[in-house]
């Protein structure tokens, strides 16, 4: 279930706008680490993602999205069950 602190989340000074998405993405290192998690919202810049545990998400990863691409991603802050992510150039990867 989705806390709904993480929905209600204050606005903060963005470079672009964010748009807010309910749908399944996944992360991964390229490795052995490997999670499915819910995509709140997604920007330009990057995304918020929700996920039970979000202290186990190594700080580089590529987030797969619902259109299938993959992009390789900094995660920079992280919450009890949400983290959020910078990417860093689109990259289609396979895992």
Excluded: H
């Amino acid at each position: 279930m989705i806390n709904q602190a993480i929905l209600s989340r204050p606005s903060d000074d963005r470079i672009s706008q964010r748009d807010r998405i309910v749908k399944m993405a996944q992360v991964s290192d390229g490795n052995n680490f490997s999670i499915d998690c819910v995509l709140l919202d997604i920007s330009l810049g990057g995304a918020q993602l929700v996920y039970r545990d979000p202290a186990i998400v190594p700080d580089l990863v590529y987030v797969r999205l619902p259109d299938g691409n993959a992009v390789s991603s900094r995660v920079r802050w992280r919450t009890a069950n949400a983290f959020g992510v910078e990417f860093l150039k689109q990259t289609l990867r396979d895992w």
